[in-house]
T-cell receptor, first 115, second 113 residues
């Protein structure tokens, strides 16, 4: 149990376009979902925390207008990178926490390349 | 953002050797988690620790939640080539499951067959 599906696994987009990344909890309801960004050989950097039905809470320094997060249901959260630029190229990972249970399950990540 | 102090940063060992890595913090955590990340993948949970002093095993892996609640270690016994990857510790201050995880910098493990 506790499977988190993240899609797409890889995406290449042109500079100026927007990209949507989906994060789904397949066999459980997620109280909270988290979005991370990871640079090569670095640790995970938390971007934002989202709770179902409410606005996401962004970490300091993360542009909320550039990284739009929607958590429409207890099983789905989306991250949209708007007007992407090459410096947005990175590995994005989501994680979900379960209602009434401890444990944070991570998705398999999305490699975004902006050209 | 804040990170845990994880060491060593990298290890290159011979197959069959034991491995030890640890994380320390200046503040208290209520939960310690150890993850492994393979290249191009998300982290996978190895061991979760919920009580100070707790010692938990998962196959060849053993982890302990420090008595002071400010540190944790992970041991891997009799390493094999598939142990290669990046290992992260993560701490949670909140007693709920909606708090933010604080991550260590990671330990890159390479195993020579």
């Amino acid at each position: 149990g506790a499977v988190v599906s993240q899609h797409p696994s890889r995406v290449i987009c042109k500079s100026g376009t927007s990209v949507k990344i989906e994060c789904r909890s397949l066999d459980f309801q997620a109280t909270t979902m988290f979005w991370y960004r990871q640079f090569p050989k670095k640790s995970l950097m938390l971007m934002a925390t989202s709770n179902e039905g409410s606005k996401a809470t962004y970490e300091q320094g993360v542009e909320k207008d550039k990284f739009l997060i929607n958590h429409a249901s207890l099983t789905l959260s989306t991250l949209t990178v708007t007007s992407a630029h090459p410096e947005d190229s990175s590995f994005y990972i989501c994680s979900a926490s379960r209602i009434f249970r401890y444990g944070y399950t991570f998705g398999s990540g999305t490699r975004l390349t902006v050209v | 953002g804040q990170q845990l102090n994880q060491s060593p940063q990298s290890m290159f060992i011979q197959e069959g050797e034991d491995v030890s890595m640890n994380c320390t913090s200046s503040s208290i955590f209520n939960t310690w988690l150890w993850y492994k990340q393979d290249p191009g993948e998300g982290p996978v949970l190895l061991i979760a620790l919920y009580k100070a002093g707790e010692l938990t095993s998962n196959g060849r892996l053993t982890a302990q939640f420090g008595i002071t609640r400010k540190d944790s270690f992970l041991n891997i016994s009799a390493s094999i080539p598939s142990d290669v990857g990046i290992y992260f510790c993560a701490g949670l201050r909140s007693s709920s499951n909606t708090g933010k995880l604080i991550f260590g910098q990671g330990t890159t493990l390479q195993v020579k067959p």
